[in-house]
């Protein structure tokens, strides 16, 4: 089984910034993209940033140019920092993970979330 084990949210005045991070353990073999993505509520889960194994980044509009992406694969750890924080960014905010298990099969797994708050 795969974990993943997210922290950093919390609440910022608009402005401000955050950090979030996404750790991956259990029985992996190798880390393929890695993602963040968020839910306000009442509204749908949407994609904000993903980051391939090689580097490719990839951001939505609404969060280009104030978030940035990275990953660490010797920690298996994928950060989402964010800066210029709106209160439009109110949301949880999920990690997602895909892969390759030890034993050979795929997997493709979710983070249990973690609260940002933007607000004065």
């Known amino acids: 089984q795969v974990q993943l084990v997210e922290s950093g949210g919390g609440l910022v005045q608009p402005g401000g910034s955050l950090r979030l991070s996404c750790a991956a353990s259990g029985s992996i073999f190798s880390i393929n993209a890695m993602g963040w993505y968020r839910q306000a509520p009442g509204k749908e889960r949407e994609w904000v940033a993903s980051?391939?194994?090689?580097?490719?980044?990839a951001y939505a509009d609404s969060v280009k140019g104030r978030f940035t992406i990275s990953r660490d694969n010797a920690k298996r750890t994928v950060y989402l920092q964010m800066n210029s924080l709106k209160p439009e960014d109110t949301a949880g905010y999920y990690c997602n993970v895909k892969g390759t298990a030890s034993w050979g099969r795929s997997f493709d797994s979710w983070g249990q979330g973690t609260q940002v708050t933007v607000s004065s």
């Open positions: 980051i391939s194994s090689g580097g490719t980044i």
